[in-house]
């Protein structure tokens, strides 16, 4: 298996870079760097700016209005974006919702919801886990039953990221009771605005509302949002997470926080030598680093197997296994690297308001929130625990 980038991506890696430079505006990249928290309207921003080159969406084919990149180009521009600190594609709609309307929507339902995913007017957050449904996703409460043209939803998501500023949603909802669980289970897209929804958020661990629970009573959902066949949302659902845990695993992310947490080690300064010469740091760094080349190179195996026309199974599990491990890993290291100064920051140094100089290194306010905050990396898009019994009972068979 050739795992070398051809002459061809080469040259479009270049090409990548150079766009970057040319486009991705300081200010945001600077937040980004820091772990600043971005606005609703700088996170359009950069996406507009992406459809504009026709980039936001380099996973979907050209006729639905994609860049329709190989994955070893959609590799290079997630890794070449995060080295840029280029705020993150939100995958909601891009890499989640998308690919699902493609391969099961109606044609009108694709004609109609994915140019407006590309030009911004929907906004989408994903409604999948519920409070006694999270990694146990089969047991889902939230239902829907039909009313002649119309679902009636009532139940409660919770985790939605972002949702406060989401006005659609896609929401597994349970329409079969009497069979097993995953049978029962449909997909349906519902507008935020109607009757009867309510959002709330949830404050994380570093202090943002990030998250939200969004409750449902009697929201009346056309049937028309219906997305596939009824009770069959289990298998959209899959394929969904699919793509969500192979995104999860943040090569791209990895390989930015490693050369920032490089360039921290080099600077902060231990028993009068840079910290980054301190043995038992640089031993830990070294085996953050060898685990991020390993995961790189099974990443790499895995987007050539996507280039043959072989669809990811398990081996997603593998990487946001490993890819979470990691990326908390140099979070952790990268706080420790700043010291004592990760202890204390100001809430407004978090969401770039501070005219004041922030106490110790510039990154210590990101250090610490981003340590706090990608503690969900091991929860989110199905627990680590439950990606081990995946791997245990489709790779290992036992």
């Known amino acids: 298996m050739d795992m070398s980038f051809s002459p061809e991506d080469q040259a479009f890696r270049a090409e990548v870079r150079q766009f970057l430079r040319d486009r991705l505006p300081a200010r945001l990249s600077e937040k980004v760097r820091l772990h600043q928290e971005l606005t609703k309207d700088e996170i359009e921003e950069w996406h507009a700016v992406l459809n504009g080159k026709g980039w936001l969406a380099g996973n979907w084919p050209v006729e639905f209005g994609g860049a329709g990149w190989t994955a070893i180009q959609r590799h ?9 600190h280029a705020p993150r594609i939100l995958p909601f709609g891009i890499a989640m919702l998308g690919p699902v309307l493609q391969k099961f929507g109606s044609k009108e339902q694709q004609e ?23 990694s146990d996703l089969a047991s889902l409460k939230t239902t829907a039953v039909r009313d002649g043209d119309h679902y009636i939803v009532n139940g409660q998501k919770t985790w939605t990221t972002l949702g406060q500023h989401a006005n659609w949603i896609f929401c597994l909802v349970r329409t079969n009771s009497t069979v097993k669980a995953q049978e029962g289970i449909s997909f349906l897209l519902i507008d935020m605005t109607t009757p009867g929804i309510t959002v709330r958020p949830i404050v994380l661990l570093e ?27 289990w298998t959209y659902a899959k394929y969904l997470l699919t793509h969500e845990r ?22 902060q300064v231990a028993n009068g030598r840079p910290l980054i010469e301190n043995p038992l740091f640089a031993a830990r760094l070294a085996e953050v680093e060898i685990d991020l080349m390993a995961m790189s190179t099974t990443n790499l195996r895995m987007l050539a197997q996507a280039a043959a026309g072989q669809v990811p199974g398990a081996e997603s599990s593998m990487l946001k296994l490993k890819g979470t491990q990691i990326r908390q890993a140099i979070n952790d290291l990268t706080r420790r690297a700043v010291g004592p100064w990760a202890l204390a920051f100001p809430s407004e140094a ?17 250090a610490t929130r981003a340590y706090l905050n990608n503690r969900k990396l091991s929860i989110y898009g199905g627990s680590n625990e439950i990606q081990r019994g995946i791997i245990a009972k489709s790779l290992l068979g036992l």
């Open 246 to 267: 192979t995104n999860i695993a943040g090569v791209g992310f990895a390989t930015a926080g490693l050369a920032a947490l490089k360039r921290i080690a080099r600077a």
């Open 76 to 84: 290079i521009f997630e890794e070449e974006s995060a080295l840029a």
């Open 207 to 233: 202090g943002t509302p990030e998250v939200n629970e969004v409750f449902f009573d009697d929201v009346r959902v056309p049937v028309a949002n219906l997305v596939g066949e009824e009770n069959k949302g």
């Open 112 to 134: 109609h919801y994915l140019p407006r995913i590309l030009n911004g007017q929907d906004w989408w957050c994903q409604g999948y886990s519920e409070p006694g449904a999270g």
């Open 350 to 366: 978090l969401e770039g308001a501070n005219d004041d100089a922030p106490p110790g290194p510039a990154e210590a306010a990101g």
